[in-house]
């Protein structure tokens, strides 16, 4: 329901994603020549690479493009000096090409621009329990959580234990994505169970998950419960369930995507 209520799927993950150019989500700066493609997904973190073809062309031939032959038009600044998005919704969408793969050389829509990214909230929980004083966790999903190529320092998160949660910055993983596990910067403080969830999702996206949760909550057991028809009386049914969907989609609005 989050990320109906988003656009877009909020947790991290690795995209593959094609536009049609020249055009108007994938553009040329006619000063420079520097290519300039809208994504889909926001915030993004890194670009994995990318490759082009000429639209005509069939079956499709696409050519390797560099990874460090794109850039990120807004980085995010990151939360604690690490590589994960703020609570803010900071960060861009689009990215821009070097010069030379994307040109009017074909025509308009003459090109295919194919870029791997990575975007969103670092998310996963705990495969395996954790003592504390371990620097290395098994996680359901090592996504966005590694450092960026050029720095120390992965995605700092939460682990939400009740009592016993801490933050954890990772120093490397052992995938790029899936299960895996992250070296930590530091050793845990506290022991935690399997299933424990570490995450960089911001706190009012949790909150509103909640209220998703007791939403549905509220309508199917009214739903469920047989009441009586007495004639000349009204019955209230899910009382608030509608107040509490409509302040968790408020919460989401920061990070819904706008195309």
Not at 50 to 57: D, H, I, L, M
Not at 170 to 198: D, E, R, Y
Not at 201 to 214: G, K, M, R
């Amino acid at each position: 329901m989050i990320d109906t209520a988003c656009n877009q799927i909020l947790r991290a993950t690795i995209d593959t994603e094609t536009q049609l150019g020249p055009d108007y989500y994938l553009t040329i700066n006619n000063n420079n020549f520097v290519g300039r493609m809208v994504l889909q997904r926001w915030p993004i973190l890194q670009i994995l690479g990318g490759s082009w073809n000429a639209t005509a062309t069939f079956p499709p031939d696409f050519q390797p493009i560099p990874a460090n032959c794109f850039a990120i038009e807004r980085p995010i600044i990151g939360m604690y000096g690490t590589s994960a998005p703020s609570d803010s919704g900071e960060g861009g969408q689009a990215v821009l090409i070097a010069p030379g793969y994307l040109t009017w050389a074909y025509g308009r829509n003459g090109i295919q621009i194919r870029v791997q990214y990575v975007n969103g909230w670092p998310h996963t929980s705990l495969t395996a329990n954790a003592n504390a004083g371990d620097e290395v966790i098994q996680v359901d999903d090592c996504t966005g959580w590694a450092p960026i190529p050029g720095t120390t320092q992965g995605a700092c998160g939460v682990m939400k234990d009740g009592a016993d949660q801490e933050a954890v910055t990772c120093a490397a993983a052992s995938a790029q994505s899936g299960p895996g596990t992250l070296v930590l910067t530091q050793p845990l403080s506290f022991g935690h169970g399997a299933g424990v969830m570490v995450t960089t999702l911001p706190e009012q996206i949790q909150q509103a998950a909640i209220l998703f949760s007791v939403n549905q909550a509220l309508v199917r057991g009214a739903t469920a419960t047989t009441i009586q028809n007495i004639a000349g009386t009204g019955e209230t049914t899910a009382a608030g369930a509608d107040a509490m969907d409509a302040a968790a989609r408020a919460l989401c609005a920061p990070y819904k995507r706008v195309w």
